[in-house]
């Protein structure tokens, strides 16, 4: 779209003068009116620029430069291993352990303009898409938050009313308690108080009686009349010192130590909970960034009879253990996987940092984003998601079948459940796809990409490839013996671990030829696992034993 804001020109302005442009110069990279043009075209240092009407101008396109941006050198050459064109000191500084170095010149006499347009059109498509999907992700997640706040406030709110109701109860109880006390107490003085106005009576007629007894004329029974009513008088006395009701009562209460307790605590809370924000990476590598592909797709660059892989170094890791899986992670670290026992993490240079804190006999590993792995337990038929940073278990997938090999790709899990079934999983556990296949052996390996799973069949001497929907698109059969770990390269071709020919094999993408890129002739032993580091051309192999890690340059020209 051409700019609808006027250009002005630039020489004019520069003389504080102003006019709109007319032309454009893409070498000078600015407007020109038809005076300042007319000089433009008649100067000896100009006359060859490249101009065009103002009207066919887009401002949004920066200039192409040809220069490079580290060293303001021509950029006249190509690197295979790292997709990009390169001045001279770029070769000699960064890149001199490339290999297939080519003039920048060839490689654009090959290179398909037009279908590199093509893809990044569709790659911007599929961003576009996605941005569209993640503004309607965010919206859905907003209103998520939002019931889930009312449903924090729900939880609380019934929380209290708990607790409201059990004191409302026991406080019920405890009146019931007292009230009963209470009148026990004082139907026992009632009772009381009715048997002293009795004895008050009896008192009264034995005073009577007491004058009648000392009128007789007999002395003896004067005496024994009044020594019988003492008597009776004395046991009054002492039943009433002996009778508990006569004690005065007091109605009190004997505070429950636990509530002292409970309400220093009570006097010590200053938060009913705690609300946090609980962030999911998203796979931003995966989903949403222009992944770094080759502009150049010419059949030499894929023809896997160009390819060579050299060995730099060996890394000792002294594991010393059997190993099931490897992978490389995006930081440069590795994550090894002792067969059926721990997760361990090395550092770049193979050095032991942790074993990771997941209890249970460990099978395969992948890394979903910077900072999330996911490990496969076939005893337990779990999958665990396991966040680096936080050292903890997000989340246990469980399976209803023995799970093995794990491949993470289009923010979707693969898994090889025993020998007969591939399950494409989201990050929920919700099952996508289940594909039927047949291995002589279980599925430990496997790679997901471009909507294919490519697998290896120890047992049955074979690598097969299916696609996103469950056909069998290969199988590759001739020349391996006991494949184990695989990988692909930038091109889409597999490169396999082949453990009884000792060797280090690829297949091209299409499965019908195969080449040896590396045998025990060059030092490799007991070939087990193997990948890529991020992004890069050069990776690993980890050695049956956990002995040490082989470094590699694969080179595709």
Not at 83 to 89: F, G, K, S, V
């Amino acid at each position: 779209m051409a700019s609808n804001k006027p250009i002005p020109c630039g020489p004019c302005q520069e003389g504080k003068v102003k006019n709109e442009a007319d032309i454009w110069c893409n070498n000078c990279e600015e407007g020109l009116c038809s005076t300042c043009s007319s000089h433009h075209k008649r100067s000896r240092g100009t006359h060859n620029h490249k101009t065009i009407d103002i009207k066919s101008y887009k401002p949004s396109i920066p200039a192409i430069k040809a220069e490079c941006d580290k060293h303001g050198q021509q950029l006249n050459l190509y690197c295979p291993s790292h997709l990009m064109p390169c001045c001279d000191e770029c070769i000699s500084t960064s890149h001199s352990k490339c290999t297939g170095i080519k003039s920048l010149a060839s490689v654009v006499e090959i290179t398909k303009i037009e279908e590199s347009t093509q893809s990044i059109e569709r790659q911007i498509d599929s961003i576009k898409h996605f941005l569209k999907k993640l503004i309607e992700d965010k919206s859905i997640n907003i209103r998520r938050g939002e019931q889930e706040n009312k449903n924090i406030q729900k939880l609380i709110i019934n929380i209290r009313k708990k607790i409201n109701n059990h004191f409302i109860n026991l406080e019920k109880k405890f009146c019931n308690e007292a009230d009963a006390i209470l009148n026990q107490e004082k139907s026992k003085a009632t009772d009381f108080m009715t048997e002293i106005k009795g004895k008050q009576r009896k008192l009264q007629e034995m005073k009577d009686h007491l004058h009648t007894v000392i009128s007789n004329d007999s002395k003896l029974q004067s005496f024994l009349g009044v020594h019988q009513i003492e008597q009776q008088v004395q046991r009054y006395v002492e039943d009433l010192e002996s009778d508990d009701r006569a004690k005065e009562f007091d109605v009190k209460m004997k505070q429950n130590e636990e509530i002292e307790i409970i309400l220093r605590k009570l006097e010590s809370l200053e938060n009913l909970a705690e609300i946090m924000v609980v962030k999911t990476d998203m796979d931003w590598n995966k989903d949403t960034s222009v992944r770094r592909k080759a502009q150049v797709e010419s059949q030499e660059q894929s023809n896997i009879n160009n390819m060579t892989m050299n060995i730099e170094t060996n890394i000792e890791i002294n594991i010393m253990m059997l190993i099931s899986d490897m992978i490389c992670l995006m930081d440069g670290r590795f994550i090894v996987v002792e067969r059926e026992s721990e997760v361990n993490l090395l550092t770049s240079n193979g050095k032991l940092e942790k074993q990771i804190p997941i209890s249970g006999k460990a099978i395969s590993v992948t890394q979903i984003n910077q900072n999330t792995i996911a490990i496969t337990y076939p005893y337990e038929k779990a999958i665990k998601i396991f966040n680096m940073d936080s050292k903890t278990v997000t989340k246990v997938i469980t399976l209803d079948k023995a799970c093995y090999g794990l491949s993470f790709s289009n923010n979707s899990l693969v898994v090889g459940l025993s020998s007969a079934e591939i399950r494409i999983i989201d990050l929920e556990g919700n099952t996508l796809k289940s594909i039927q296949v047949q291995s002589e052996s279980e599925l430990c390996n496997l790679v997901y990409c471009n909507d294919r799973v490519i697998y290896s069949d120890y047992n049955g001497n074979a690598v097969y490839c299916v696609d996103g929907s469950g056909k069998q698109l290969w199988q590759y059969k001739q020349d391996l013996k006991g494949p184990e770990g695989l990988c692909t390269d930038t091109y889409g071709n597999i490169i396999v671990a082949d453990s009884f020919s000792v060797s280090i094999k690829v297949i091209s993408k299409d499965g019908q030829n195969s080449k040896v890129l590396i045998s025990e002739k060059k030092g490799l032993k007991n070939p087990q696992c193997i990948c890529f580091k991020h992004n890069e051309s050069s990776g690993y192999i980890c050695e049956l034993y956990g002995k040490y890690l082989v470094k590699f340059n694969l080179s595709s020209g």
